[in-house]
């Protein structure tokens, strides 16, 4: 198979694009590259501490030129997914300034009071504390459903890696005897119709390439959309061999698919 034969690229920014404030080898070429031929570059990312303003701010102080709507975090497609549900919304969050105003840019309307939350919303807290969790877990003991924006149990960070939003999450669901109701971050389904309404591509000429079997990989399997694993991030060769999820195509890194365009 031939990896320039799409007509949409997706793209998952940390370990693929970047890391840190550089771009990773190849990534100038190929995104200049597929703008001139005429496909369709978004960036799909399963952060909830930066909106997509901060994420295209980042992306642009980086030589790139993405538009916002070339860009979906896993905060903003949780707000996408409480602003089609039928009842009144009412979201209590955890998590940082950034999923708020994901939320908040939607109209979704967001409460300090976990008792009177109809949905409770978890990303990517640093200062995450016993009194969060506790008011999380009465908000989903309360009848909030249990909205987790990304199941990454870790995210990398100069110098090494912080947990991310699946250990909070956990915490409150063992607290509150309740299982976790949507996952609306990679790898669900949701997010990636999403990506795809957007990109106005069929599945089948989309192609999804990031550093995680388990969230960017695994999104592909669950969905029509063909994958491609980079090995500049999380998934190193070791973990490749290792594991059950298959990409369509290995890249060392993104100048291995420069040599395709």
């Not at 190849?26 to 952060?47: D, H």
């Not at 939320?103 to 969060?132: C, Q, W």
């Not at 699946?166 to 409150?172: L, S, V």
Request: charged share 20%; proline share 5%.
């Amino acid at each position: 198979m031939d990896p320039s034969r799409y007509e949409a690229y997706f793209f998952d920014l940390d370990g693929t694009i970047y890391t840190g404030s550089e771009l990773l080898p190849g990534v100038n070429e190929v995104i200049s590259r597929l703008i001139q031929l005429g496909k369709k570059v978004m960036y799909l990312t399963n952060t909830t501490i930066y909106t997509r303003e901060e994420c295209r701010d980042r992306l642009q102080a980086m030589g790139l030129e993405p538009s916002v709507d070339d860009i979906l975090t896993a905060g903003y497609v949780s707000g996408m997914y409480l602003k089609e549900q039928q009842e009144d919304v009412r979201a209590f969050v955890i998590g940082e300034r950034a999923l708020e105003q994901e939320l908040d840019v939607l109209d979704i309307i967001l409460t300090d009071n976990p008792m009177e939350a109809t949905h409770l919303v978890v990303g990517l807290d640093r200062e995450f504390s016993y009194a969060k969790m506790t008011a999380g877990m009465n908000a989903v003991r309360n009848g909030a459903r249990f909205i987790v924006a990304n199941p990454d149990p870790f995210c990398p960070v100069p110098g090494g890696i912080i947990p991310d939003s699946w250990p909070i999450a956990k915490a409150i669901e063992a607290a509150s005897t309740l299982d976790i109701s949507v996952m609306t971050g990679k790898p669900s389904t949701y997010y990636i119709d999403r990506a795809l309404q957007l990109s106005d591509v069929d599945a089948g000429r989309c192609l999804m390439i990031g550093d995680r079997l388990e969230t960017d990989i695994m999104m592909g399997v669950n969905s029509a959309v063909h994958t491609a694993l980079v090995l500049t991030g999380v998934t190193g060769s070791e973990g490749l061999l290792k594991s059950a999820i298959v990409p369509h195509y290995v890249f060392s890194t993104l100048e291995d698919l420069l040599k395709w365009l």
